[in-house]
């Protein structure tokens, strides 16, 4: 059974990183990208992954089936700074098998 999945985040200064996240953990992308120290401290995850702020918020470069969109976190986004057609919040995107492939970028800070 696979465990980690390959997956590519590009950090807010423009620099690309090849991760290995796990799938065994429950954790969502906010988290590995906190995990593998790819923002500064208190820039990411401002309010612990609960789609209550945007710091999490990164544009999808791949073409990935991600899961639907919930309320919260449309609601978040339709408040948050740049946001695009791709935007969607680290933390409501799981690390599971499906994702092995993913290319996201971080957003600009607000």
Do not use: W
Request: hydrophobic letters at 40%; proline letters at 4%; one cysteine or more.
């Amino acid at each position: 059974m696979i465990t980690d999945i390959n997956i590519t985040i590009i950090d807010r200064e423009g620099a690309k990183h090849q991760i290995e996240a796990p799938t065994d953990m429950a954790m969502n992308l906010m988290e590995v990208v906190r995990s593998f120290e790819l923002a500064p401290e208190g820039t990411i995850g401002v309010c612990g992954g609960m789609a209550m702020c945007a710091s999490c918020q990164c544009y999808v470069l791949s073409d990935h089936n991600l899961p639907e969109m919930q309320d919260d976190e449309e609601a978040m986004l339709s408040e948050a700074f740049y946001v695009k057609d791709n935007s969607r919040l680290g933390c409501q995107i799981q690390m599971t098998t499906e994702m092995e492939g993913l290319e996201v970028e971080l957003a600009p800070e607000s």
